[in-house]
């Protein structure tokens, strides 16, 4: 009697998922927005054109990037783009935060349309669900629309938000992990940035270290069309769709928008912008692109996240490059769980004489200790293999003293992804070596072949990786030690620096459950 009780139950539940999992693709193919693309450029027609026009004739075919290492300078390029605009901007990112900085650049967003710029903002959902009054009060803009990749109908009850995600678990953990900042068609900005605080040095507690390239030429055309693939994918929804807006939203928005703006914090950033754009330019006076004819822009296709493209176009482009060296491979990725396959592949790199150098965070530096876990498990692997191993301190980043006066302490987390190749090739943007990004997360990112910006990549790695900013790991009869420098002598550390008990014990018990696939 109990066994057919609890087949029957199993019965009905499973009917239930189906239902739900039924209803809800009927009720999304319902959902969907009107088809729209790229807008395409014209010469001369607004201030960015003008300005890209007489570079694009002197390096026709080419591309102009330039690395953004620099928080701030992050921040004021994306200021610059949004007021350069004329025609339109199509933002791509997995979250935007509701902060300083991200009120500060969603003020710059509708200052933008209300010139009548045409905006496209792209949010994946799984933070954006928490941030839906800003979505809806950027909505109501008659120049603006947003529209979220993989959402959850559940827009206000977070259990039932929960509970939506239950039902669909392998649906909903893909996410879309792309970051890219569009102007005019013709100015791109991509990489590993979201829009918050904690990109933009604001945060109180903890910056992150992140990488974004700007670009200008062709590359852009790249970007517009991975932008319209995913505009258009059945997987992604007007925000208009799922909540209705509120009239009073947007003024309201706008008064917060000028009320941060006036802030301490408001003004410091507003006056970092009028800095970086006091030359007049596309880019500020100290800053000159690299030119080449060898970018181009590789993303995963959004139907990644309806469990199809298993080939995992991003990876497929990627790991030839990582596998032709012949002198030395730079990995710099804040969650780097290599897996099996991945510590096999370096081994053979090292088996070449090939010199293989990982910089990932630290147990006391991530913001996600579970991934570390896992990550924990492959580092013996790695060093027996002969892979030169780095993890990053959590408290590096001094800053300038008129940032420390306005936010507090200055910690530090690492977030850039990226890698070179042998001097000459170079990848930066969103993807992590670790499983979520391979199979689970879409990506995108640029590849490149240029020697001086190869060079300023791998000049950022000697950096993070020196004694002062980062511990190198070695084995001591099969014991993991830290080697770093304290008051200019060598020190050597027997367990995990810097990390206090519960982010032990969190990182000891992810490392023995059979998750890894998730992380």
């Known amino acids: 009697m109990r066994a057919s009780l609890v087949a029957l139950y199993v019965f009905a539940s499973g009917l239930l998922a189906l239902a739900v999992v039924y209803v809800y693709g009927r009720f999304g ?12 450029p014209v010469p001369d027609q607004t201030e960015i054109d003008r300005l890209a026009g007489p570079l694009l004739c002197d390096h026709p075919g080419q591309n102009a990037i330039a690395l953004l290492a620099d928080n701030m300078d992050a921040f004021g390029l994306r200021v610059a783009a949004a007021r350069k605009a004329g025609r339109s901007l199509d933002l791509q990112y997995y979250y935007w935060k509701n902060d300083l900085t991200g009120r500060m650049l969603a003020r710059e967003v509708l200052a ?12 994946d959902d799984i933070n954006a669900g928490l941030h839906d009054r800003m979505c809806l009060s950027l909505d109501a803009h008659e120049h603006i629309e947003v529209r979220l990749f993989n959402p959850s109908r559940a827009r206000t009850d977070r259990f039932k938000r929960g509970l939506e995600m239950m039902l669909r678990p ?56 991975v932008f319209d693939r995913y505009w258009n994918s059945p997987v992604v929804v007007p925000i208009g769709s799922l909540r209705t807006p509120r009239k009073h939203y947007l003024p309201n928005f706008r008064a917060k928008l000028e009320k941060i703006a ?12 009028d800095s970086v754009m006091s030359a007049g330019g596309l880019l500020p006076a100290d800053v000159t692109p690299h030119w080449t004819g060898d970018a181009r822009l590789v993303s995963d296709p ?14 497929r482009e990627l790991m030839p ?62 060093l027996r293999n002969g892979t030169a191993l780095f993890e990053l301190k959590a408290m590096h980043d001094a800053g300038d003293q008129q940032r420390l006066s306005l936010f507090g302490s200055r910690g530090a987390s690492l977030h850039t992804k990226a890698f070179t190749v042998d001097g000459t090739s170079g990848f930066v943007g969103s993807m992590n070596f670790d499983p979520r990004s391979a199979s689970l997360n879409t990506e995108m990112g640029v590849l490149f072949t240029h020697p001086a910006l190869v060079a300023e990549v791998d000049a950022i790695f000697e950096v993070e990786t020196s004694p002062v900013n980062s511990f190198r790991l070695s084995l001591d009869k099969n014991r993991l030690r830290w080697h770093d420098r304290d008051d200019d002598k060598p020190r050597v550390l027997q367990h995990e620096p810097e990390a206090g008990f519960l982010r032990r014990l969190l990182a000891g018990i992810i490392g023995i459950l059979p998750i890894e696939s998730q992380l």
């Open 29 to 40: 193919r319902r959902l969907h927005g009107p088809p729209s693309s790229a807008v395409q």
């Open 112 to 123: 933008a349309a209300d010139r009548g710029v045409r905006v496209r903002l792209l949010l």
């Open 170 to 225: 392998f649906r909903a953990t893909r996410r879309m992990h792309n970051k890219q900042w569009i102007a005019d068609g013709r100015l791109v900005i991509a990489g590993g940035r979201n829009i918050g605080d904690a990109y933009f040095d604001a945060d109180e507690q903890s910056n992150f270290r992140d990488l974004d390239v700007w670009m200008l030429g062709p590359v852009a055309d790249d970007a517009a069309a």
């Open 262 to 273: 006036a802030t301490k914090g408001g003004r410091f950033y507003l006056a970092h912008v």
């Open 302 to 315: 959004p139907e990644k996240a309806f469990l199809q493209k298993r080939s995992h176009s991003i990876m």
């Open 321 to 382: 490059v990582l596998t032709s060296a012949r002198r030395d491979v730079r990995v710099i990725s804040p969650y780097f769980i290599p897996g099996s396959i991945g510590t096999a592949e370096i081994g053979k790199l090292v088996e070449r004489e090939v010199k293989v150098a990982v910089l990932t965070n630290s147990l006391a530096a991530t913001d996600v200790a579970a991934v570390h876990g896992a990550y924990a498990n492959y580092r013996k692997a790695l």
